[in-house]
Nanobody, 126 residues
Framework: QVQLQESGPGLVKPSQTLSLTCTVSGGSITISYYTWSWIRQPPGKGLEWMGVIAYDGTTYYNPSLKSRTSISRDTSKNQFSLHLSSVIPEDTAVYYC??????????????????WGQGTQVTVSS
């Protein structure tokens, strides 16, 4: 089973871009048919799926966040990254990276993911 670890700044100022990286061990991010997602949980709220990059590099995004979200990967480092632009205080959350072999068909539930990172707290504040 793969292991995932998030990294990135814990504090971001409003209007800036939030960038986080997920480092994967125990398997390649290009292995068929794994997909690699970012999920967040604001304080007192449920999990929100943000987007995914598949083993072949294809990306899909939550429509509500699509205009501000980008997911990329560095196969040489076995990492994938989240970039969320124009952040606001409501983007404050614990951010998780997660993996599944279920290909994106329009929705994911938390139970879809077999592997999760431990999560990283990101606070948006001036």
């Amino acid at each position: 089973q793969v292991q995932l670890q998030e990294s990135g700044p814990g504090l971001v100022k409003p209007s800036q871009t939030l960038s986080l990286t997920c480092t994967v061990s125990g398997g390649s991010i290009t292995i068929s048919y794994y997909t690699w997602s970012w999920i967040r949980q604001p304080p007192g709220k449920g999990l929100e799926w943000m987007g995914v990059i598949a083993y072949d590099g294809t990306t899909y995004y939550n429509p509500s966040l699509k205009s501000r979200t980008s997911i990329s990967r560095d196969t040489s480092k076995n990492q994938f990254s989240l970039h969320l632009s124009s952040v606001i205080p409501e983007d404050t959350a614990v951010y998780y990276c997660a993996a599944t072999i279920e290909y994106y068909t329009g929705t994911y539930s938390p139970s879809s993911f077999g592997s999760w990172g431990q999560g990283t707290q990101v606070t948006v504040s001036s």
